[in-house]
């Protein structure tokens, strides 16, 4: 069980696989040679014609050598006609051979003709035997069967050059000796060969191509995210390095997307508690407030009627400090999920000063709106980015009385085009003017830093100038 | 007849505040303290004030369910849940959304616009400076003469839709899409060009208009 349990590892294992590959590549020569000769001969016994049972004499060089050698032994001390005649004997064993013998005087003694197939040396009559050797003959002999044209087996008579008795050669043809049992050798081998190779590097091509395409196939899923933005799972596919791999980012998903749903859940919660939180502060402010009402309707004095105006823009003020407190909680916790769309903010701008713009009439200010044409896009999450305005254009109207103007620009600083809003108030630094701008201000501070927008406020005595720009991208020096 | 508002409020005070503020306004009430039964009580009425956090179905699934038996009945949603969302919510099918603490006057108000738009207020005509717009706004005339003036249909559209947002200042963007029915592209002209002839039918002087006003940097308005 441990053994099959080891083996299914590797077999899981991409790396095994890839060492298979590896060891199949180093094994090719020992293994692969000699399995196709193997291969070859199986294919060639069935299919090769017997040669004829009379060249067996001549199937082992070894055994005809030593014969040979043998015979030349057994010649020694006998006269020149009783090595003729031992010679000639084996002539006719020996028939397809040619067989000759020369003295110690270089005269050659006998040469018989061989029955069957001719001499050839290199496609042609090899050459005649001289009755008389000269040493240049004696040479020319010896390197031609040195290349074995024809082959021709030499020994001394008396198989040793010191017995001065000549020597005695048997010369057999080529097509005896080179019979061809396997003909077309040459281009089975090479097939089977080209097959081998064929499929050793196919195999590996498969291997990495199903690598590469498990791994595309696993970025393609990381790259490409759902609706969520999460990305989605992959199937698992074997379960070799590659497959635990997929098996993690699933997991990874899996984890990431319950991160996500306890997020949701928990910025779902923290939403309800401040909308409850919301409701309970509003609702005795509203049973205030319409007292305040009705007792508005009863007949009081001119200090009384006052009273009860202040008592209700306090309520009015209550209501959007309420607003702020938990806009800002919410904001500051960090779970407020912004989203973020190409807007041109001169609209939204535009939109939003005609809903404060009677607000402002109402109260006698003098509006100036001068806000070019040309749209000017941002990334902004719109109701947020209306919050600002809002927040802002409120403070005008709360803490700006004392100038009684408003006025909303566009303009070009430092190449860049920046939205300012201007109004002629006390200032917001120690006034009394400025009680409760402060939080709507931190508020605005932390939408435009989530919105990744920049801003400035410059408030003086003469009033204050708020400035709002998008950060350009870093230059790359 | 008078108009009957249907009115669901759980909190007492606020309930007994608003419903006497609304019937010396002259409003018929039907007070109910929760969802239950709000589908059966507004069959007659003219408009529905609807709180949101109520005991049993919140005012947003009530909301939805009247809308669906009564389409033309319009919503007003009266809440102390101010965060975007919640308005959003309540925006897919009521007509207005007001967050408490509110000013009685504003709520009388807000109602008026929603009676108006409904066609269910009184059907007083409409007196803009020297015209007379009927009720619908179907038909415009001028009030010394009593002669009607005809407009073109994307004129009387326009028209219309300002008339619909009385007293609101409305940007080029919003009258163009909302009549045109398509995005506005910025530097067309066409609006302009209907205004300009709108305005040669609707004002004495053109070049000074009364009742199409230019709010300079944002768009238009006609005040009421």
Not at chain 1, 345 to 353: G, H
Not at chain 2, 40 to 48: D, P, R, Y
Request: glycine share 8%; charged share 25%; hydrophobic share 45%.
């Amino acid at each position: 069980m441990k053994r099959a349990g080891r083996f299914q590892f590797l077999r899981r294992s991409l790396l095994f696989r890839y060492l298979l590959i590896i060891i199949a590549a180093l094994l090719f020569i020992p293994v692969v040679v000699p399995l196709t000769i193997v291969l070859y001969s199986t294919f060639g016994g069935f299919t090769r014609e017997d040669p004829p049972e009379e060249y067996a004499l001549y199937s082992s060089v070894d055994k005809l050598e030593i014969i040979w050698h043998e015979e030349a032994r057994k010649l020694l001390g006998q006269p020149p006609e009783g090595i003729t005649e031992r010679l000639r004997a084996l002539s006719e064993t020996y028939h397809l051979a040619r067989i000759f013998w020369v003295d110690n005087e270089g005269r050659t003694q006998l040469i018989t003709v061989p029955s069957g197939p001719p001499l050839l040396e290199g496609g042609h009559a090899a050459r005649e035997v001289p009755s008389y050797w000269t040493a240049a003959d004696t040479v020319s002999f010896m390197k031609d069967s040195a290349a074995l044209k024809p082959l021709a087996i030499v020994a001394f008579v008396g198989d040793q050059a010191a017995a001065g008795e000549g020597f005695m050669v048997m010369q057999i043809p080529e097509v005896i000796t080179n019979v061809k049992y396997a003909q077309g050798l040459n281009t089975w081998y090479m097939v089977v060969m080209m097959i081998f190779f064929i499929v050793f590097i196919g195999s590996s091509w498969f291997f990495f191509i199903m690598i590469r395409r498990r791994l595309l196939r696993l970025q393609t899923a990381m790259v490409f995210t759902g609706r969520e933005g999460l990305p989605k799972a992959v199937i698992p596919g074997k379960p070799d390095e590659i497959g635990r791999l997929e098996e993690a980012f699933n997991t990874m998903v899996t984890e990431l997307a319950a991160s996500r749903s306890r997020e949701t859940e928990e910025e779902g919660l923290r939403k309800r508690l401040v909308a409850d939180l919301s409701h309970d502060l509003r609702t005795p402010l509203t049973v205030i407030r319409s007292h305040l009402h009705v007792l508005g309707k009863e007949d009081l004095s001119a200090r009384g009627q006052e009273s009860l105006e202040l008592m209700d823009q306090r309520i009015e003020s209550l209501g959007g400090l309420i607003d702020n407190l938990l806009a800002y909680n919410l904001l500051n916790s960090g779970r407020m999920t912004l989203k973020l769309e190409q807007k041109d903010v001169l609209r939204l701008l535009r939109e939003s000063a005609a809903a404060w713009y009677p607000l402002w009439e109402k109260e006698g200010y003098q509006i100036e709106i001068d806000l070019e044409a040309a749209p000017l896009y941002w990334d902004v999450d719109v109701s947020w980015f209306r919050r600002v305005l809002d927040n802002l254009f409120q403070n005008i109207l709360r803490h700006a009385r004392s100038g009684l103007y408003v006025g909303i620009f566009t303009e070009i600083r430092g190449g860049n085009r920046v939205l300012v809003i201007l109004d002629h108030g006390g200032g917001l630094d120690g006034s009394t003017d400025s009680k409760g701008a402060g939080l709507g201000l931190s508020i605005v501070d932390l939408l435009l830093k989530r919105m990744e927008l920049e801003w400035s406020m410059e408030s003086t005595g003469q009033g204050t100038g708020i400035t709002i720009w998008k950060r350009l991208p870093d230059r790359i020096i | 007849m008078g108009v009957t508002v249907l009115y669901v409020e759980d909190d007492r005070e606020i309930g007994n505040a608003v419903s006497a503020d609304l019937r010396e306004r002259e409003y018929a009430v039907r007070w109910l303290e929760s969802g239950e039964g709000a589908l059966e009580a507004a069959e007659g009425c003219q408009l529905v004030i609807l709180d949101v956090m109520l005991p049993g179905l919140d005012g947003f699934t009530v909301g939805q369910r009247l809308k669906r038996v009564y389409p033309e009945l319009p919503i007003l949603m009266l809440s102390a849940r101010t965060s975007i969302d919640d308005k959003l919510q309540g925006l897919e099918f009521a007509d207005d959304y007001l967050t408490k603490p509110f000013h009685p006057d504003e709520l009388a108000a807000r109602i008026e616009v929603l009676l108006r738009r409904s066609g269910t207020a009184a059907p007083a005509p409409l007196i803009l400076k020297h015209l007379v717009v009927s009720p619908g706004s179907s038909v415009v005339t001028e009030a010394a003469s009593g002669r009607e003036i005809m407009l073109t249909g994307k004129q009387f559209q326009i028209f219309s839709y300002l008339l619909r947002h009385l007293g609101q200042i409305l940007t080029k963007e919003q009258i163009y899409e909302a009549v045109w029915g398509e995005s506005y592209i910025e530097g067309d002209k066409t609006l302009m060009v209907h205004i300009r002839y709108l305005r040669e039918k609707l004002e004495l002087d053109p070049a000074a208009p009364e009742i199409i006003e230019t709010v300079r940097g944002i768009g238009y308005r006609v005040r009421g």
